[in-house]
Every structure is written in structure tokens, then in C-alpha cells.
């Protein structure tokens, strides 16, 4: 069999398999029981301690949800300041200068929201300094933030009748010291003996074969991948991602940073099942994201793997695949694996460039990140899923006749306004931006030109884009199709709103549901209940997602990527 | 307020955790294990350093055999990565390709065009991609022993030496390191010479 595809295989059962007892140990983790990790409990009391924290301070939704905002726009600040001032930083031998204030305020609200659009070069528009105490330490806290908020949701879930749901500092500390710091001390470990490099001098200068000078961009960039990978940051290093030959060196370093995207996000769905002591539900809830994963995966290595008709026409030989964009350690099935795993968790690294993926490919990418839902974001993955469970609760409720109730608890009008908005929000943020980019590109043309004519292809691919731009935004996923010209003033302030409201919006909701869901009265199960652990409940639930989330997409779908692939 | 006195404490502590502690072991961690002592790992030719292993250069000469096209600024510059980001339909991209599959033959006149390989008229993702496929060097064969004037099947021989297995012979792509072949290459016509 072709060992690109055995690859393929390798890398998705090697993420089954390791994330069932990742889940296990996470939701033991935040329960608070007895692990093997419980030598760090030093370590969080004094950051405890240092802060003035009292960690065994219960919370109600409410006040769970302000620490949590006020922590963020402290981040915010402090991002800003940082990124504005580095050029005078220490830590700066390249002499990089400090960033404009539109591209700071878009570097700064995309690594605070977990999503890291990146509209500057790693190895230009950061300094070593912002690289760590920016870059890295947002991508560590702010997944640490959306796990904190499942942690809370699932508190909520678990208990009968509650007012609180845990304390926030307590989670978001947990995630750190737990679960993101181990982790990526191991994928770190395994980076740095593949050829990652990890120093702090500046560049290498070379003098090449042919007598030319090349000078190497390096740096601590071992630090900042695992991370990267781990808490579905995606904000690489380098400028090109995990495409570049230093930040991603070898196929097994490739497994080990493709396996680490989807680790955590799936670990969460069976945690979710082993905390609220649900196996079953846990396992609908993989089950059903899994499915919609590997669709996505057939879809792309075949298109991949197949080629570009176009430069089959040319009449060479095109044996490994459409290699545009590609790199050959990596392969194009890899790739292929890699830039659905990316969209499908709001990761957004890459290891090749889905600009120039096939038409078919980059549908799927946009798809999996217009649904937003299987796997996810580390924790916010998983409840956007929430949102569309309480949906397809109170749907199927209605058809059966019961009354619609989640977990014992009855969900009513006021839950259902909730998640509807959240639901619905998506699609608006992501077709208005596009909406509004498209008009300005054809009644504005004055404007566009000035900003350097954003577009990099044209026709059907250059409205896919646009699409691309904001659909990444919205889901906090940070990859583009890179052609976009978008370190712009328009394209850093408009996504960075889009950012802002796909964060923050979802996660208000989704703790506020669980919150009001908790205080209810426990209704005991009976014969009368409509079951939410059952194959026809993942399917109804896979329905609803189907239907309110990918279907809005489809006329934009259709003007773009699908009607570019007509045309091939 | 009271929650943002706590989160500039919280913020200050993780610094020390993770840009402090978390670097530092990886740092050290690296100064042992890592192959280039956590620079880049280097490649060298008689005592010389002529680049970076993992890094690709830009070869032009017909003594050498040549990487993918590139796109890292005016090609191969591994301060400034970067992809063509071109679709697959874009008319502009398709006749660079076309001028590259030209290029390509007048270069290896032997070669029929079915026969390019299409990895070698397209960009890579990075632009620094250190490596070829097999078929990529075999093609260029020819071309470099004329242009050395040694023996065909000696150069062959080391273009077979200098094909990477797959992971464990089973997971990934096979490949050729264009800058270590050429090193080899240039060690096997120096010791000719002599």
C-alpha cells in the first residue's frame, strides 16, 4: 500500500488511541481527583498565592464569566503595549521594529481570542521578546481560558441542582500546569531532537554552494510549536507555518504536530462523557464528530493525491499529487490530512498552502470551519457542539411531543433564544464581512488599490479569498488562503471585530445556558425521557448541524469554490 | 477591579511558568540533545560550512543538482519564507508552470516532456524545501555528469546512496536532500581528480 496514505492512517489512529486516556485524566483533572500530575500542586499554590487567588471559591455564571472577561482585556492591554514597544525590547538581535497600531490591534485581539490570524511574517514583525512573552504566552493562557469555560460548563452539567459552576482561576491554572505545560514539554522534546531549532542568537549567516549568502532565520521556535499545536493557537513561528523546513524538519516531526492539533479537542469530548459520568453520551458525542472528521479526510487526500488537472494537461508527469504549495518530506496526503485536522479544531496552522489546494479540498476547509463544531477549539469545540445539542434537544422534543429536556434539566424559551443567537451569529459575522469586502472590491476600486489591491487570484478564487479571510476569523481558526493581501488597515480592523464577536459572544452564551440550566429543578429521568446517548440522537443531532450551519453556506459555497471546480 | 489587580498577578506569574521555566528547560534540554545545539544543523564540505541541512539553497549551475522552484523572496531566502499562494485555475500561474516546463527541457534536452517531473516546475510551501523526489534526481542525471564529465552510472550511483526512506520504511514520502547530494557529489569528483 502507498505509504503516504498508510501515513494518513497512522497519524488518525495514533490520535484515537491517545486521546481516550488523555480524556480520562482531563476530566479527573478538573474534578479534582487524585493523578500522577499531583506533584505540580506546589507550583499552583504559590501561583495561587502570588496572584491572591483563593481557588476554593465557588462562582455562579455570572461572576465566572467577568473574571473571565476582565482577565482578557487586561490581556489585551498588555499585548498592545508590547507588540507597539517591541523594537526597544531586549531580546531583539535581528533589530525588528515595533508594529503598527492597526496590525497590533489585529495581532493582538487574534492571539487573545485563541484564533492567531497572523497578517505579519514571523520572522520580521516580531521580536524574540513579544515572540515569548506575547505570542507564546497568549497561545498557553487563552486555550487555557476556552478549557477553563468547558470546565465550568461541565461542573454545571454534573450536579443536580446548582448556583455555582467552580472557580475560573482554579481551571484556567489547572489547564496550564496539567495538561498544556506537560504536553508540550513532550512534543517540544521530540521537535527539538527532529532539528527544530532553539536558541536565542540571531540569524545564521551562510555562505551557499554557489557562493552566495544565505541568511537562516532562527530562534526559540522549539518553545512555541508545541503549543502552538496543542491549544488549537496555530500561530506559526515562521511566517510559513509548519511548512517551513525548521519549524516542521521531518515526517515524524510532522506526526507529532498533526497529532498534537487534534489531541486535546477530542480528549474533551470523552472527558465531557467521563466527567458528568455519561460514557455513553461522551462516546455519541466523538462518535458523531469523528464521522463528519473523516469524510473531510477522504475528500482532501483523494483531491490532493489526485492532482491538478490543469497541469495534467500540460502533459508532465504529475505522480505525487498537486505539489503546488506543497512540501516534499511532508507529501501531498499528509498535507491533505493536515489541512482538514487544522479546520476542523480552530487550530489554523499549516503544513502547505491552502491557497493553492484544490477547489474541492478548499471547500472542505472553509466548510469545517463554517460548522465550527466537530472537535473544535480546545474546549469551545466542544461547546459551540453544546449549543447545537441544546438545539437538537428541543427539535426532536417538539416532534416526539415531550417536553425538551438536556441532562435532567428542562431547557426552555429563554436557553433556546440563547443558543439561537449564538447559532445564528456565525453565518451573519462571516457572510456580512464577505458581503461587505465584495461591494467595497467592485463599487471602491480607488480604496482597494490603495491598500495594495488585496487580492493575489482572481475570479471565483479571489471571492474564495475573501470568504477564507473571515470564515477563518469568525471560527477563531487563523489560517488563509495567504494570498490575501491583508495586512491592510481595513482587513486588521475588520476581522479583528469579527474576532472579538466569534470569541467572546459564543462563550458568554454557552456558560450562561449551562449557568441558567443548573439552577433548575432536577427532573428525575423516566420512560418519558427523550434519550440524548442513542445513535438516532447523534444522527439527529449531526442533522441539525447540517442544516442550520453548513446549509447557509451554500450560495457563497457555490459562487466560489464550487464553481471553481466546475470549472477546472 | 478587584479581578484586574488579580489578573496582571496571574499574568506576571505565568510569564515566570512559561517564557521563563518552560524555555529554559527546552533550552537546555536542546544544548544536549538537539543536532545543531539549538541553531540550525549544518551541513558541512572539507571543514566548511556550506549550509544548513535542513534548510534548501538555490542551485543554478549544471554541476549541481537543482531544488524546486521558490518563492522565499528572490529564491531561497530563509529569512523571508514564503509560497507563490497561487489557485489552481489562476491563467497568470498556469503559463509560469508552461515557461517552467520550457526552461526545464532546454536544460535537459534528453528528456521527453512527459517526463518532467511536476514537482520540479511548481513551488514548494515554504520555498525552502530542502528536498527532491528520487524521480526528480534521476532526471537530472545526465545533465550534471556532461557537466562534470564523469561517468553516468557513478552519479547515479550516488543519487541511489542519497535516497531517505520513508519513517520505519512504512509512513511518508521518499526523498532526496539536494544540499547533501551535492556535497557527496562534489566529494566524489574531488577524489577523482586525485
Sequence with gaps: MNTEVLGVIAQVVLMVVLSYPLGKYIAKVYKGTKVWSDFMRPVERLIYKVSGINPDEEMNWKQFLRALLVVNLFWFIWGMVLLVCQGVLPLNPDGNIGQTCHQAFNTCISFMVNCNLQHYSGESGLTYFTQLFVIMLFQFITAATGMAAMAGIMKALSEKTTKTIGNFWRYLVLSCTRILLPLSLIVGFILITQGTPMGFDGKMELTTMEGATQMVSQGPAAAIVPIKQLGTNGGGYFGINSSHPLENPTYLSNIAECVSILLIPMAMAFAFGFYIKRKKLGYSIFGVMLFAYLVGVCINVSQEMGGNPRIDAMGIAQENGAMEGKEIRLGSAATALWSVTTTVTSNGSVNGMHDSTMPLSGMIEMLNMQINTWFGGVGVGWMNYFTFLIMAVFISGLMVGRTPEFLCHKVEAREMKIASIVALLHPFIILVGTALAAYLYVHAPEFVASEGGWLNNSGFHGLGEMLYEYTSAAANNGSGFEGLGDNTWFWNYSTGLVLIFGRFIPIVGQVAIAGLLAQKKYIPESAGTLKTDTVTFGVMTFAVIFIVAALSFFPVQALSTLAEHFSL | ?194
Design chain 2, 1 to 194: 477591579m478587584k479581578n484586574l489587580i488579580k489578573s496582571l498577578r496571574i499574568t506576571l506569574a505565568f510569564c515566570v511558568l512559561f517564557a521563563v521555566c518552560y524555555v529554559l528547560i527546552l533550552w537546555i534540554f536542546a544544548q544536549f540533545a538537539g543536532p545543531g545545539k539549538g541553531n540550525a544543523e549544518t551541513v558541512t564540505l572539507n571543514g566548511k560550512v556550506v549550509g544548513a541541512a535542513n534548510v534548501g539553497q538555490l542551485f543554478t549551475s549544471d554541476i549541481y543538482f537543482w531544488g524546486r522552484p521558490s518563492c522565499a523572496g528572490d529564491g531561497y531566502d530563509a529569512s523571508s519564507s514564503g509560497a507563490s499562494n497561487k489557485g489552481p485555475t489562476e491563467q497568470p500561474y498556469l503559463d509560469e508552470v508552461k515557461a517552467r516546463i520550457d526552461s526545464f527541457l532546454v536544460h535537459h534536452p534528453y528528456l521527453k516532456r512527459q517526463e518532467v517531473p511536476a514537482e520540479m516546475v511548481t513551488a514548494s510551501g515554504s520555498g525552502l524545501d530542502p528536498h527532491i523526489t528520487p524521480a526528480s534526481a534521476y532526471v537530472q542525471v545526465k545533465r550534471v555528469a556532461q557537466a562534470r564529465g564523469m561517468n553516468e552510472a557513478d552519479v547515479k550511483k550516488l543519487v541511489d546512496e542519497a535516497i531517505e526512506k520513508p519513517l520505519l520504511g512504512l509512513f511518508g514520502t521518499e526523498r532526496i536532500n539536494v544540499l547533501k547530494l551535492n556535497v557527496a557529489l562534489e566529494q566524489a569528483s574531488q577524489s577523482m581528480k586525485k
